[in-house]
């Protein structure tokens, strides 16, 4: 079964950290980039960061840029999001997608929640 599997999200303080994972499941992530998408209660899902294929080029949202890193390892077959510098509006439930031409795999969501 092709599927995608995302972990380490949680409760943080503000200013706190976080690295979320996501692995998948029937196939590998070396011809595919990666994205992490995110999705507030009310709100609609936002793209936050990208990652090439070969993991050379990223781009992320500008509410997120310097505070958070996507990378992408084809030898562990897992895709990171190292995320630093919370604040209140990062919480959201991110989801991990991975994109090769036509074909897209989404992950079911982990939650974050930044609060004090």
């Known amino acids: 079964q092709v599927q995608l599997v995302e972990s380490g999200g949680g409760l943080v303080q503000p200013g706190g950290s976080l690295r979320l994972s996501c692995v998948p499941s029937?196939?590998?992530?070396?011809?595919?980039?990666i994205r992490w998408y995110r999705q507030a209660p009310g709100k609609e899902r936002e793209l936050v960061a990208g990652?090439?294929?070969?993991?050379?080029?990223?781009t992320y949202a500008n509410s997120v840029k310097g505070r958070f890193t996507i990378s992408k390892d084809n030898i562990k077959n897992t895709a990171y999001l190292q995320m630093s510098s919370l604040r209140p509006e990062d919480t959201a439930v991110y989801f991990c997608?991975?994109?090769?031409?036509?074909?897209?795999?989404w992950g079911q969501g982990t939650q974050v929640t930044v609060s004090s």
């Open positions: 997608n991975a994109v090769m031409g036509n074909m897209a795999y």
């Open positions: 990652v090439s294929t070969s993991g050379s080029v990223r």
């Open positions: 029937g196939f590998t992530f070396t011809t595919y980039a």
